[in-house]
């Protein structure tokens, strides 16, 4: 019988992170302070971060050992299987081979654990009594959760008012693992009235949750602490396990991929799947392609500037140097919520600037037709953002056929959609469209940036 | 590092499912027909059920192959994790080893798959295109549509109404695989528009989806065949594949259970882990524990009459030697709604009856309680209807603990929570209750039981 799927024992686990800063040909350009424009220092974010956390953000060695205390919560949902979608390869009647790595076996149902567990772990040896943090569709919120809950802290999730309203269940999710939830903007934070104030209606953004909680950071310094889950180079290296195992896997199968591709929100499932294979590339001469995935209504990578910005809406956090729409850029409320975001994470955006990764749009609808036939077809129900992943391959396995060439493709399944199904019963119902950004929309938000940057 | 967890390679995958029948030392009295009284042949039950499956309801044999294409759907999620529960083993401060066996990693999240893709499956060998069946909280109508869509089998589910208005994420499930879906009691069936005009706010029941759905099959009696998701041998059989992996696994953790825990709806995940265990301790003189767990507002087990009795409440099915609360019992508004049946199903009552496994009824609090504990020590929540054998295992190892004798238990984790929130949401916020069942009601219901008996 054909082998479907491929875990690894424990013992076989990773034992470190890998950190593609120590691979890369140019390295990305530092945070600025925005008031003086000078590079920020280390000990600049410790107000903001746990040290270690700080340390990892700027440390340049290639490899960071995984705490024990990480690895054993770790082997709660790792290793993720890696399977051969032999269902959907037959669906397309492809000559690709096509396999993805299925991270929404974890307990939140995505690949957010990775690095939710080693942050509240590193926040929690360090005495931090207190996190907040910002949630898109809710996967990281919940993962934080879980994970705070673990160590005692005590957690503060603002969520974006869209998702907060279209997947209620999440919230209910974080409830139980006992963290605090507020739709954003609230009324909590300076940020959430001033955003409100200006459009009562406003359904909210990564950008501008990523402020509420900053802001609330500040109310006890002392104990408190934020957390981010995507874009910063920490939580990339700790999603490198994901493409760790699936390396290891890929072998098992006696097979290697030459397109492998994650959607792209901010970078954490992508960063966490591509980056272990693009060693492969910059250290033993292998050419993969690696493609991020953006949804077409946010797209930084494939319409956006590199350019320094915020990471968040209100301006509170160090600039940041990145592929962005500008950091006001209020994204379409498509049901891919943790694709929202205007920027792109630093390691990313050099890579991609260095023409090393590759950038692909993919609209809504297109994603979610890919969605549900990869639920009729493999049976799981991928989360919207995932699908986006799955168009990608959809799409790559599709060229191969008219090219008549053999593929190997490997996409991340980060997270399934049990909890986003409204998602397919609009789609399934004819009730979704694509939005679309203007050129004249995108050049409006990108002239703002323009001052920032001086 | 200690294990945390342990799965099988797939070469390793059970061959065979394994049918207690064959070793019983009393084989279940055979179902009867209402009318004549006499035996129900196996061909008057073939206008129900695929054939196939008829054949296996009536074998004595004890392994029936695993035929290749189930086995190659299984390998989509199969093996599961064996699980040591170190968090839950830790807040509980018990000498007792706890694993579980974590069947909420299957595409719907339970174990209702195991059985759902061969039924499916004989049903399409067999040329059928229509299936309609009976679903309480939706596991078993979200399995049935995934094992359905991937076998080109139309599918009509009747969803307890109560469960339809609780979780809604099941239905968009359903839908997402192609499957239709009503609340019952419907106005689509004579036994929905009765119970209607008898009650017009009946919650339903899954006695009464059974009959609606039994009753479809009529309309197209060629092509259209019903099936069910627990109480019948053929059922539990496929389930065994818990079980049996379970054993290899425990074996791999060099460990061997003395207490083997499933929670009780119709008897499907209880057999499925439970009988691979009671196999042992018929043939191989193990003593291991074997406890059903039944909710104590559905108490079927500790409080119900062994008696002939029809498997759905309007009648349509034989009569089923099993212990029972009446067909017409309606049992409370529970969230575990897999186990509001009236029911036990043959094996499981002849079994209890014969002293072979032991029975436990747990209220809906503190299952739920344990289920939130479960969660906040092990990271994942667990459906309500799972919840029941965690608190089975607490109430055990607590046992184990006052004792100060070390015990190793297993319970099986049959689904888990993410789309029943709502009853954690509402447990948290103090807004649910226990329900009760006087002995009056429940003399009312097993007295309207007798004439059928006769």
Same mark, same amino acid.
């Given at each position: 019988?054909?082998?479907k799927?491929i875990?690894?024992?424990?013992?076989q686990l990773?034992a470190?992170?890998?950190?593609?800063?120590?691979d890369?040909p140019?390295r990305?350009?530092?945070p600025?302070?925005?008031?003086t424009r000078r590079?920020?220092m280390p000990?600049?974010m410790?107000?903001?971060?746990?040290e270690?956390l700080?340390r990892?953000?700027?440390?340049t060695e290639r490899?960071?050992?995984?705490?024990e205390?990480?690895?054993?919560?770790?082997?709660?949902?790792r290793?993720?299987?890696?399977?051969?979608?032999?269902?959907?390869e037959?669906?397309?009647?492809?000559?690709?081979r096509?396999?993805f790595?299925n991270e929404?076996v974890s307990?939140?149902?995505?690949?957010?654990t990775n690095?939710?567990?080693p942050q509240?772990y590193?926040?929690?040896?360090q005495?931090?009594r207190r996190?907040t943090t910002?949630?898109?569709a809710g996967q990281?919120g919940?993962?934080m959760?879980?994970?705070c809950?673990?160590f005692?802290?005590?957690?503060?999730?603002?969520?974006?008012?869209?998702s907060?309203?279209q997947k209620?269940y999440?919230?209910?999710?974080?409830n139980t693992?006992?963290?605090?939830?507020?739709?954003?903007?609230?009324t909590?934070t300076?940020?959430?009235?001033?955003a409100?104030?200006?459009?009562p209606d406003?359904?909210?953004?990564?950008g501008?949750a990523i402020?509420?909680?900053?802001?609330?950071v500040?109310?006890n310094?002392e104990?408190?602490?934020?957390?981010l889950?995507?874009?910063?180079n920490?939580?990339?290296l700790?999603?490198t396990?994901i493409?760790?195992?699936?390396?290891r896997?890929?072998e098992l199968?006696?097979d290697?991929?030459?397109?492998?591709i994650?959607?792209f929100g901010?970078?954490?499932?992508?960063g966490?799947?591509?980056?272990?294979f693009?060693?492969?590339?910059?250290t033993h001469?292998?050419?993969?392609?690696?493609?991020?995935?953006?949804?077409?209504?946010c797209p930084?990578l494939?319409?956006?500037?590199f350019?320094?910005?915020f990471?968040?809406?209100?301006?509170?956090?160090p600039l940041?140097?990145?592929y962005t729409l500008?950091?006001?850029?209020?994204?379409s409320?498509i049901?891919?919520?943790?694709?929202r975001y205007h920027?792109?994470?630093p390691?990313v955006?050099?890579?991609?600037r260095?023409?090393?990764i590759e950038?692909?749009?993919v609209p809504? $609808?297109?994603t979610? #037709?890919?969605?549900i036939?990869?639920a /009729?077809t493999?049976?799981i129900i991928? *989360? %919207?953002?995932s699908?986006?992943?799955?168009?990608?391959?959809i799409r790559e396995?599709r060229?191969?056929?008219e090219e008549?060439?053999?593929r190997?493709?490997?996409?991340?399944l980060?997270g399934?959609g049990?909890?986003?199904l409204?998602?397919?019963?609009?789609f399934l119902?004819?009730? $979704?469209r694509?939005? #679309?950004v203007?050129?004249?929309?995108? /050049?409006?938000s990108l002239?703002?940036? *323009? %001052?920032?940057?001086?």
């Open positions: 019988m054909k082998t799927k875990l690894l024992p424990e013992s990773p470190q992170w890998y950190n593609i800063v120590g890369m140019n990305p350009l530092p600025l302070d925005p008031k590079p920020v000990e600049q410790n107000g903001l971060f746990a270690e700080v990892q953000e700027f440390s490899y960071i050992d995984i705490p205390p990480v690895r054993e919560l770790y082997k709660i949902y290793s993720t299987p890696l399977v051969r979608a032999y269902g959907l037959k669906a397309l009647d492809t000559p690709a096509i396999y790595k929404s307990p939140v149902g995505s690949h957010k690095t939710a567990i509240a590193y926040n929690h040896r005495g931090i996190l910002e949630t898109g990281w919940s993962a959760a879980m994970a809950n673990h005692g802290i005590a957690l503060e999730v603002f969520m974006v008012k869209v907060y309203m209620p999440r919230k209910m999710m974080m693992w006992g963290a605090e939830v507020h739709a954003s903007p609230s909590l300076e940020a959430g009235r001033a409100l104030a200006r459009n406003d359904s909210g953004s990564l501008m402020s509420e909680a900053v802001e609330r500040f109310l310094p104990q408190t602490r934020y957390c889950g995507s874009v910063l920490h939580v990339l700790h999603q396990v493409g760790e195992e699936a390396l896997q890929m199968f006696d290697y991929p030459d397109t492998v994650g959607c901010g970078g954490s499932n992508f966490g799947i591509g980056f272990p693009l060693r492969e590339n910059l001469g292998r050419k993969t392609r690696i493609i991020a995935v953006e949804a077409r209504s930084k494939t319409r956006g500037r350019e320094y910005d990471g968040d809406t209100a301006g509170f956090t940041f140097p990145m500008g950091h006001d850029f209020h994204p409320d049901h891919a919520g943790g694709l920027g792109a994470g390691i955006s050099q890579l991609l260095d023409g090393l950038a692909q749009a809504q $609808l297109e979610l #037709e890919a969605g036939l990869f /009729r493999e049976g991928p *989360a %919207p953002e699908a986006h992943a799955i168009a990608a391959a396995a060229r191969a056929g008549g060439t053999p190997t493709i490997l996409f991340n980060s399934h049990q909890i986003d409204l998602a397919y019963e609009r119902a004819g009730e $979704l694509d939005p #679309e203007s050129d004249e929309e995108l /050049r409006r002239d703002r940036l *323009a %001052p920032i940057v001086g």
